[in-house]
């Protein structure tokens, strides 16, 4: 035999495997990353997140806003605690004290505001509210009218 013909034997043999064989495709060349099904299945499932967390930030937001509405229902006067002021401010003055120093935290709807270290305020009734520990003070203007009135407490103020 010759070497041609040896040569041509084994390439048809080789001609005929792979004729037979089928190809075999990856997955990124098959049908699916041809036509797009990929790009529209994680755009879905971005949108889906997006919108999903949209609604997770309205519901936080209608929930801040509902608490923030109760507080300001519960922070407005009844007309009892309008009255009370009322008679706060038509009391006698048992006497003054200086305000020596301000709380943190002051900022009840019964509580005396307006006032900053150094102010004289007029006690009206002492030892009121929580364990005794306010005043019942008006703060009033140079010509005597009263600004406002409430409850400040005892430890921050002096007797002048």
Do not use: H
Request: aromatic share 10%; net charge positive; glycine share 6%.
């Amino acid at each position: 035999m010759s070497v041609s013909m040896i040569f041509s034997r084994c390439t048809s043999r080789v001609a005929l495997r792979a004729s037979r064989s089928v190809p075999r495709r990856k997955f990124w060349s098959s049908r699916f990353a041809q036509d797009g099904t990929i790009e529209f299945v994680l755009g879905g499932t971005l949108l889906a997140i997006v919108a999903v967390d949209q609604l997770l930030q309205y519901q936080q937001n209608q929930g801040r806003e509902e608490f923030l509405n109760q507080l300001r229902n519960e922070r407005t006067r009844s007309p009892e605690d309008l009255q009370e002021m009322q008679d706060w401010y038509n009391m006698p003055a048992i006497f003054d004290c200086v305000v020596r120093k301000m709380p943190l935290n002051l900022d009840g709807y019964k509580c005396l505001t307006g006032v900053d270290v150094g102010d004289v305020v007029q006690v009206l009734q002492e030892k009121v509210g929580p364990e005794d520990m306010y005043n019942i003070c008006r703060k009033v203007d140079d010509k005597g009218r009263p600004i406002s009135a409430g409850w400040f407490p005892t430890m921050y103020l002096e007797k002048k």
